[in-house]
Each structure stands twice: as C-alpha cells, then as structure tokens.
C-alpha cells in the first residue's frame, strides 16, 4: 500500500515541512489556535496554494487534477459543505452499518440537511467521506462536536475502517487522551515547524 508524503511543503507560517504517513497509521496533528494545522490540511488536499511536494505513492499531487486527488486523498473538514437537499444524495454508496454505529436511524439519508444539527453534519460527513473509498484521510477534529459517548463510537469505527483499508491518516487533535487513543505518532505545531512528542506526554 503507499504512503502520503510531504517534503518540503510552505503554507502560511509552516516552512519546509517533512512528514511521512504510511498506510495504515495515523499522524496526529496538535497546535495553538491560528497555527496553521487546518491550511496544513487543505494543502495537502489542494485546496490552498502551496510550495513543495506532496505525493501518494507514486502519485504527485502537482501532476494529477484537484478533484482527482481530492477523491484519493479526501479531507473532512470542521464545517462540512452540503449541496443536495437530503443526506443520502450526498453518499456515494450505501453506509447502513455506519449510520448506524454513529447513532442514527435508517431513514436518516433521507433527512433534509437544513434540519441536521453541528453534531450530526460532523458525524455524516465523516461517513460521506468513507462512501467514496478515499485512499488516505485527512481529519479536522472530527469529534469536537460530539459527546463523549459518541465520541468513542466514532473512533472505534473510524479505527477499524483505517486498518482495514490501510489508510494513511493525518488527524487534527487537541485531546490528549484522544491522541492517546488514535495516534501512531504525535506532532505539535510550534512557530513553523513540527515537533514530534511522545503520545503518552
């Protein structure tokens, strides 16, 4: 299976950035408010301008369309976008068992997505992203929004999911008992570079 990896890459007040994230593992990524760790991400899925290098195996993101990469590489950001009018429209193949795992009835892919909560938005667009079979991850806080209860479920499934299908992860974090639960490696932002920590700190 490839890796994600960036080398060299500049964005905002990151310089030179080198990360290696093989499949399978997830890289947690912690730092101040304002740090940079969101536009980290949305440079690694081309969405923001970058420099350096960032590829997937033997893919380079610079040579390949957007929204190819973006279907391989697939972020799922803090505030999730909605086009379509109900949930369902928005999967791209049926995810009842993870509908249900995330606490949700059957016929919520029907639901109108002007009546879903912060919560529920987060939870289903983290499943939205997982029905388009992605290669790799990219998360952004994926369970601020969650209790903690649910918050384990996500996890859990989110764990399995990445094992079995041996996704590279770069997750954003703040909790360090999440990070604990969740990281193969532990990364902090300070001033423009990262800092590897032990997860257990």
Known sequence: ???????????????KIALDVPPGEVICLSGPSGSGKSRLLRAVADIEPHSGEIS????EQNKIPGHQWRRQVMLVPAQSAWWYETVGE??????EEAIKVF?????????????????????LSLIRALSYEPSALLLDEPTANLDTDTTNKVEKWL??????????????????????RVASRHFEIQGSHLVEREISQ
């Open 56 to 59: 997937f195996g033997d893919k």
């Open 103 to 123: 606490g949700f009835p059957a016929e919520a892919t029907g639901w109108q997505v002007s009546r879903l909560s912060s919560g529920e938005k987060q939870r």
């Open 159 to 180: 764990l399995a999911q990445i094992k079995k299908h041996q996704y590279p992860v770069i997750w954003v974090a703040h909790n360090r008992e999440q990070i604990q």
């Open 1 to 15: 299976m490839p890796q994600l990896k960036l080398e060299t890459l500049s964005i905002g007040s990151l310089e």
């Open 90 to 95: 928005h999967f791209h193949k049926p995810m």
